[in-house]
């Protein structure tokens, strides 16, 4: 199994766990107790972000897992059609076509964002914010479904 893991948002995460702390720190010297948990807060966040609930693909001989959860289903390599990168308000898109006569999973990620966008795909995931490049994603994707 190969995994791409998503990057951890420092610029995000740093002002904010900063205020936080600040905040925190602030409640600690005037006599609130519940200071502890803001000075706590940031910590927690982090290392959640960096485990459990870190978003991330799983690419088997299966298929691929676009992992947000314990609960993400398996797309089979042998239920996708075509893979393509694409540009999306700004954003770059690994979308997905589904081959004729598969039965549509409940929820395809993206999928209502790429039919807004006029774009002809059934799902995808944004991929620049991935370790891997989207070029390397997508490449990988390919080898497997050529497998």
């Known amino acids: 199994m190969t995994t791409v893991n998503a990057r951890f948002p420092w610029a995000l995460f740093l002002p904010l766990a900063g205020v936080t702390e600040l905040g925190g720190l602030l409640l600690l010297l005037s006599g609130r107790s519940i200071g502890w948990a803001a000075i706590a807060a940031p910590l927690v966040g982090f290392f959640a972000m960096r485990g459990p609930v870190r978003p991330r693909f799983e690419f088997t001989n299966e298929g691929v897992i676009f992992r947000r959860s314990d609960k993400s289903p398996l797309l089979p390599w042998d239920e996708i059609a075509a893979v393509s990168l694409v540009k999306a308000s700004g ?17 395809h990620p993206g999928a209502g964002f790429l039919r807004a966008k006029g774009l002809d795909f059934d799902g995808g995931y944004f991929v620049d914010q991935m370790t891997a490049t989207p070029e390397e994603i997508l490449q990988q994707f390919e080898q497997h479904l050529r497998a």
């Open 91 to 107: 954003r770059t898109v690994l979308a997905y076509r589904l081959k004729p006569g598969v039965a549509v999973m409940k929820r």
